[in-house]
Protein backbone atom coordinates (compact mmCIF):
# COMPACT_ATOMS: atom_id res chain seq x y z
CA UNK A 1 0.00 0.00 0.00
CA UNK A 2 0.95 3.13 -1.09
CA UNK A 3 1.44 5.80 2.09
CA UNK A 4 0.74 9.71 1.45
CA UNK A 5 3.65 11.78 2.65
CA UNK A 6 3.37 13.29 6.52
CA UNK A 7 1.47 16.52 6.76
CA UNK A 8 4.22 18.71 8.52
CA UNK A 9 1.46 21.02 10.00
CA UNK A 10 0.27 18.43 12.06
CA UNK A 11 3.01 15.72 12.66
CA UNK A 12 6.03 15.98 15.21
CA UNK A 13 9.04 13.33 15.71
CA UNK A 14 9.25 12.39 18.91
CA UNK A 15 12.98 11.26 20.66
CA UNK A 16 12.91 9.32 23.64
CA UNK A 17 15.87 9.22 26.05
CA UNK A 18 18.85 9.19 23.19
CA UNK A 19 21.37 9.35 26.58
CA UNK A 20 24.74 8.32 27.16
CA UNK A 21 23.93 5.70 29.49
CA UNK A 22 21.90 4.19 26.82
CA UNK A 23 23.63 4.65 23.57
CA UNK A 24 27.34 6.05 23.90
CA UNK A 25 30.10 3.38 24.57
CA UNK A 26 31.13 3.37 28.13
CA UNK A 27 27.07 4.08 29.51
CA UNK A 28 25.58 2.37 32.29
CA UNK A 29 23.26 0.30 29.99
CA UNK A 30 25.12 0.14 26.05
CA UNK A 31 27.14 -2.86 27.35
CA UNK A 32 23.44 -4.14 27.62
CA UNK A 33 21.63 -3.12 24.37
CA UNK A 34 24.34 -2.78 22.41
CA UNK A 35 23.96 -6.36 20.35
CA UNK A 36 20.40 -5.52 19.44
CA UNK A 37 21.38 -1.50 18.74
CA UNK A 38 24.04 -2.74 16.49
CA UNK A 39 22.06 -5.51 14.58
CA UNK A 40 19.63 -2.74 13.61
CA UNK A 41 21.36 0.20 13.03
CA UNK A 42 19.60 1.80 15.41
CA UNK A 43 22.15 4.89 16.73
CA UNK A 44 22.60 5.73 13.09
CA UNK A 45 19.05 5.13 11.89
CA UNK A 46 17.93 7.66 14.84
CA UNK A 47 19.93 9.93 13.80
CA UNK A 48 19.55 10.17 10.10
CA UNK A 49 15.79 10.31 10.96
CA UNK A 50 16.23 13.24 13.46
CA UNK A 51 18.36 15.07 11.03
CA UNK A 52 15.96 14.40 7.79
CA UNK A 53 13.10 15.84 10.07
CA UNK A 54 15.26 19.17 10.83
CA UNK A 55 16.39 18.93 7.00
CA UNK A 56 12.09 18.91 6.02
CA UNK A 57 11.43 21.38 9.31
CA UNK A 58 9.28 18.94 10.85
CA UNK A 59 8.43 19.77 14.51
CA UNK A 60 11.04 17.49 17.05
CA UNK A 61 10.12 16.89 20.92
CA UNK A 62 12.17 15.27 23.03
CA UNK A 63 10.86 13.06 25.97
CA UNK A 64 13.90 12.66 28.70
CA UNK A 65 13.95 10.40 31.69
CA UNK A 66 14.68 11.64 34.91
CA UNK A 67 18.24 12.60 35.85
CA UNK A 68 19.03 10.94 39.16
CA UNK A 69 19.83 13.12 41.91
CA UNK A 70 20.57 11.98 45.46
CA UNK A 71 17.26 11.79 47.40
CA UNK A 72 14.94 11.21 44.67
CA UNK A 73 13.80 8.00 45.75
CA UNK A 74 14.67 7.67 49.51
CA UNK A 75 11.09 8.81 50.55
CA UNK A 76 8.76 7.09 48.71
CA UNK A 77 6.20 4.35 49.94
CA UNK A 78 6.20 2.27 46.10
CA UNK A 79 8.76 2.54 43.83
CA UNK A 80 8.76 0.22 40.47
CA UNK A 81 11.74 -1.98 39.87
CA UNK A 82 12.25 -0.03 36.93
CA UNK A 83 13.09 2.63 39.48
CA UNK A 84 14.60 0.91 41.83
CA UNK A 85 16.93 -0.39 38.84
CA UNK A 86 17.44 3.54 38.05
CA UNK A 87 17.95 4.11 41.88
CA UNK A 88 20.45 1.29 42.48
CA UNK A 89 22.36 2.34 39.42
CA UNK A 90 22.24 6.33 39.28
CA UNK A 91 21.11 5.80 35.53
CA UNK A 92 20.98 9.14 33.71
CA UNK A 93 22.55 10.46 36.93
CA UNK A 94 22.38 14.35 36.92
CA UNK A 95 25.37 16.47 36.05
CA UNK A 96 27.18 13.85 34.94
CA UNK A 97 28.12 12.37 31.59
CA UNK A 98 25.73 9.59 31.41
CA UNK A 99 22.72 11.66 32.41
CA UNK A 100 23.81 13.77 28.66
CA UNK A 101 22.71 13.39 25.65
CA UNK A 102 24.66 11.51 22.81
CA UNK A 103 26.38 13.83 20.45
CA UNK A 104 23.94 14.76 17.68
CA UNK A 105 21.03 14.48 19.82
CA UNK A 106 21.25 17.68 21.32
CA UNK A 107 17.99 20.26 20.88
CA UNK A 108 18.27 22.70 18.22
CA UNK A 109 16.69 26.11 19.31
CA UNK A 110 12.76 26.26 18.46
CA UNK A 111 12.65 22.00 19.61
CA UNK A 112 10.64 21.26 22.23
CA UNK A 113 11.85 19.07 25.31
CA UNK A 114 9.07 18.25 27.63
CA UNK A 115 9.57 17.78 31.29
CA UNK A 116 10.80 14.30 32.39
CA UNK A 117 9.90 11.31 32.86
CA UNK A 118 9.90 9.49 36.17
CA UNK A 119 8.65 6.12 35.03
CA UNK A 120 8.56 4.74 31.33
CA UNK A 121 6.27 6.75 29.52
CA UNK A 122 6.93 10.38 28.10
CA UNK A 123 3.24 11.53 29.10
CA UNK A 124 2.46 10.35 32.59
CA UNK A 125 2.74 13.09 34.65
CA UNK A 126 4.71 15.94 32.10
CA UNK A 127 4.22 18.04 30.10
CA UNK A 128 4.58 16.16 26.71
CA UNK A 129 0.57 16.11 25.61
CA UNK A 130 0.02 20.21 26.61
CA UNK A 131 3.23 20.96 24.48
CA UNK A 132 2.19 18.88 21.63
CA UNK A 133 -1.53 20.25 21.49
CA UNK A 134 -0.18 23.70 21.93
CA UNK A 135 1.55 23.00 18.69
CA UNK A 136 -1.54 21.37 17.05
CA UNK A 137 0.28 18.39 16.63
CA UNK A 138 -1.88 14.73 16.17
CA UNK A 139 0.58 12.76 14.63
CA UNK A 140 3.62 11.46 15.73
CA UNK A 141 6.89 9.74 14.92
CA UNK A 142 8.25 8.04 17.42
CA UNK A 143 11.98 6.54 18.00
CA UNK A 144 14.24 6.25 20.96
CA UNK A 145 14.70 3.89 24.01
CA UNK A 146 14.20 1.29 24.93
CA UNK A 147 11.44 -0.78 23.11
CA UNK A 148 9.34 -2.81 25.46
CA UNK A 149 9.66 0.09 28.48
CA UNK A 150 9.69 3.74 27.82
CA UNK A 151 9.25 3.35 23.96
CA UNK A 152 6.36 1.28 24.44
CA UNK A 153 4.84 3.01 27.26
CA UNK A 154 5.00 6.22 25.68
CA UNK A 155 3.22 4.88 22.08
CA UNK A 156 0.50 3.15 24.50
CA UNK A 157 -0.35 6.72 26.35
CA UNK A 158 0.01 8.43 22.28
CA UNK A 159 -2.77 6.44 20.93
CA UNK A 160 -4.95 6.30 24.54
CA UNK A 161 -4.48 10.60 23.98
CA UNK A 162 -5.60 9.94 20.59
CA UNK A 163 -2.58 10.16 18.97
CA UNK A 164 -1.90 8.81 15.61
CA UNK A 165 1.55 6.96 15.96
CA UNK A 166 4.28 5.71 13.71
CA UNK A 167 6.99 3.41 15.38
CA UNK A 168 10.01 3.67 13.43
CA UNK A 169 11.68 -0.05 13.95
CA UNK A 170 15.11 0.01 13.63
CA UNK A 171 15.50 3.02 15.42
CA UNK A 172 15.42 1.71 18.76
CA UNK A 173 16.73 -1.40 20.56
CA UNK A 174 16.66 -3.44 23.67
CA UNK A 175 18.33 -5.74 26.51
CA UNK A 176 17.79 -9.20 24.14
CA UNK A 177 15.63 -9.87 20.97
CA UNK A 178 13.21 -11.68 22.61
CA UNK A 179 12.08 -8.37 24.24
CA UNK A 180 12.82 -6.36 21.22
CA UNK A 181 10.35 -8.92 19.18
CA UNK A 182 7.43 -9.02 22.35
CA UNK A 183 7.58 -5.05 21.40
CA UNK A 184 7.65 -4.79 18.26
CA UNK A 185 5.44 -7.95 16.97
CA UNK A 186 3.34 -8.36 19.89
CA UNK A 187 2.57 -4.55 21.83
CA UNK A 188 3.20 -2.00 19.91
CA UNK A 189 1.25 -3.33 16.99
CA UNK A 190 -2.16 -2.61 19.13
CA UNK A 191 -1.54 0.99 19.46
CA UNK A 192 0.89 2.08 16.61
CA UNK A 193 -0.81 3.15 13.39
CA UNK A 194 2.46 1.99 11.71
CA UNK A 195 5.40 0.60 12.30
CA UNK A 196 7.80 1.32 9.61
CA UNK A 197 11.61 1.53 8.81
CA UNK A 198 14.03 4.53 9.21
CA UNK A 199 14.52 5.20 5.00
CA UNK A 200 10.38 4.65 5.15
CA UNK A 201 9.76 7.78 7.19
CA UNK A 202 12.13 9.56 5.33
CA UNK A 203 10.59 9.14 2.12
CA UNK A 204 7.64 10.29 3.52
CA UNK A 205 8.81 13.49 4.77
CA UNK A 206 8.06 16.07 1.97
CA UNK A 207 11.07 18.00 1.85
CA UNK A 208 13.89 15.38 2.56
Known amino acids: MTRQAYDMEITALLVIDPCNDFI ?8 RIRAVAEANGCVPHMLQVLNAAR ?25 APVQKAAW ?3 TFEFGTWGGELHPGFEPKPGEIVASEHWCSSGFAN ?15 IVMGLIAH ?11 ELGYGVTVIKDATADFSDREMEAALEVNIPS ?14 MPSA
Not at 128 to 136: N, S, T, V, W
Not at 191 to 204: F, P, W
Request: charged fraction near 25%; charge should be positive.
Open 149 to 159: TCLEATVRFAA
Open 191 to 204: YASAIMTASEVIDL
Open 126 to 140: TDLDLQLKKHCIQQL
Open 24 to 31: SEGGKLWG
Open 55 to 79: QAKLRVFYALHHRYRPGDYETWKNI
Open 88 to 90: KNK
